[in-house]
């Protein structure tokens, strides 16, 4: 029988002058710009730092977001992250949402001034969760599905109820409105994949879509600003660069947002209001207006990298209008040149594996990493165990109660399979923990952990955060023990703002408890009795000690079972001369006169013998029932032990001493017999309930 889903499937219109004056401003703001950056653009990539390869979750803190910086409050992207969902890239997966005119969809960006190249390579997928499920990968199943680069002028908005009005939709001079280019690629409207350039100005949007077949999902987009010219690039796999759609943006400032942009649904997003569109999550649940048409965001987009870089305009080219009479040749020249995207990766020596104590003074470990582009190096680091308590607390995984292997090799891939909150997971040999999509090809990774939580799933299945302190202090690595023991995986990454590399070891944090041992004593009663204790452990940790005196034989039986009777004690009712008592279940207790405690188990013969307690006790079973407090007194003062009764103080008494190194705590229980200083005696054993 199967069991696995493989079988399932505000503004007002200024004066003529006041125009003009704008774009005046306008173009001396970018060209004091260019002057300003110029000098180090040539020795150096000033915007190389901005660039991300996608290959941390970390680096995701670097981008802003449009819904976040206006205050729309409206998070229109239901899966975003970096190095998660898919290995080394930014995924994007939108809800129903677009971009045209006054409607405003998601956007991930950075700030930039003055020209630039921005480059991105993005591979496609649909989706099959909602809406029809198919076999490619061509978000088809709904209308502009598409995904790429875009260029936006800022908007002066911080609370979209008074700050937002649409776009005037006319080239007259103000910078109203939705005023952005974009290049994108995805689904239009012609079932297969396309390209679709849009520049927008004042919210009015002018489009256009180029069929590319549906062969391939995989496209590198380019976006460059140089001065008032846009110009937009695409290279499918194995072509050169070609030049796309060129457009003249004077009106864009020096200083604009450049990123990733995402959008899906056309048909179901145009139906709200640009206002309700821009500031809800559109999915069911909602105020619909159209409520017969259902929600079908058909699009997830997976970013490879983002790089940034500053274009070098051949002296041959300067002053010439590269929209309306620069060749494609010619931004070929230096904007198709391969070598604005190259960077080679950084090098970080390996880190061996490392122990330390608890207690002790913080590890330091120097890191020595190298470049060989001469970019400057920032570190990071982090423990795989606190990926794991995350993922845990995201998706309460568990493994199956009907088999005890993980289904190993269910699906021929030697993965181990797991269920949590969104159904079935797997981990594969290298570690990966992945999602089910429905085949191997469509499962979403979620993590990657070291083939340890391959080896021992149940390690990711009872992760909690641990308890030790990594960080990084300028070039050195810092580790402090807190109070847990055990291995600690660790990476450490380093990134020149493009690429990154990283070495992984593990800490083996030690500690040795304190060793406790003390015998039964033989001690006088009226004397003290004094017991030394070790001041610390094989480690050096200071130990501390507490003592409780847990009582006398009878108090510790009365304790334990709670002994009770209502003073008639039925002697003989059986016959064998016994005195009966309950415990606190009320189960039945006797004694004999030799002083056999027993536990009546229906006959004489099969009772269970508890203790041998003396014939006083028979003759007087009180002293069980109702036993008096131990006046024996005990103390731990400058490691040492003192014991002492009063000199009319006879029997035996059990100790418990705890031990302590401020991580771990042992126990050692004992009894002292305390005797006649006048007689001599024979030191006895007696014995609890076994």
Known sequence: MSFFPFSHSKYSTPSARSRRSQRRLLRVERLQSRQLLAADAV???????????????????????VHEVEGWNADQLQVWNTDQSQTGRMVMQPHTVVWYQDWRGPMVFKEV???FIFTSQ???GDRDDVGDSDADDVPDDATFSLGGVMIRTPRDIENP?????????????????????????????DRQFSLEVKTTRNSRSQ???????????????????????????????GQDWTVHRRYSRPDMPATLQLGLVTYTDWNKASDFDPFVHNSTVLQAGINDPTPGEPFNPDLVVGFEYARFARPQVPAELNGVDLVNAATDQQLLSFLGDADVTANTAPQIQPINNQTILLGSVPLLIDLVASDADGDSLSYEVRLEDSLAAQIMAEHHLHEMSWRDDYAL?????????????????FLLPDGTLNLWGGSFATSTQLAAFSTVHYDNPHRLLSATDPNI??????????????????????????SDGSDTSSTSFVVDVTNTAPLLTISDQLATAGEALSIPLPATDADGHTITYTVEVLGDQLSMLDTQHGFWSNGNYYTNYLGQNERWIRDASNHWHYLLPTGQLYRWEGSFAASLLIAELGSDVYQTPALLTDPQPTTVIAAIEDYVLTISSPQDYRGEV???????????TVTATFRVNFVDPLVDTVFFDWELDR
């Open 122 to 124: 993005i591979i496609l």
């Open 469 to 494: 302190g990594v960080d990084i202090l300028s070039d050195r690595l810092v580790i402090s023990a807190g109070s847990q023991t055990g291995a600690f995986p660790v990476e450490v990454i380093v």
């Open 113 to 115: 001034t003055g020209d």
């Open 654 to 664: 059990r100790l418990l001493v705890r031990a302590s190194d401020g991580f771990q």
């Open 409 to 425: 090799n269910w699906g021929g891939q030697n993965e181990k399979w797991l269920q949590g909150d969104q159904g079935w997971y």
């Open 161 to 189: 109820i008074t700050d937002w009005r649409p776009g005037s939709r006319a080239d007259d001079g103000t910078n109203n409105g939705e005023n952005y280019v974009f290049l994108s690629m995805g689904h239009g409207v």
């Open 43 to 65: 020795a150096m990539d000033d915007l190389a730092g901005l660039s991300d390869e996608f290959d941390t979750s970390s680096s995701i803190a670097a981008w802003q977001r």
């Open 207 to 237: 489009l256009q879509l180029t069929p590319l077949g549906a062969a391939t999902n995989t496209a590198t987009l380019r976006i460059a600003r140089i001065d008032d010219s846009v110009i937009t690039m695409y290279r499918l796999p």
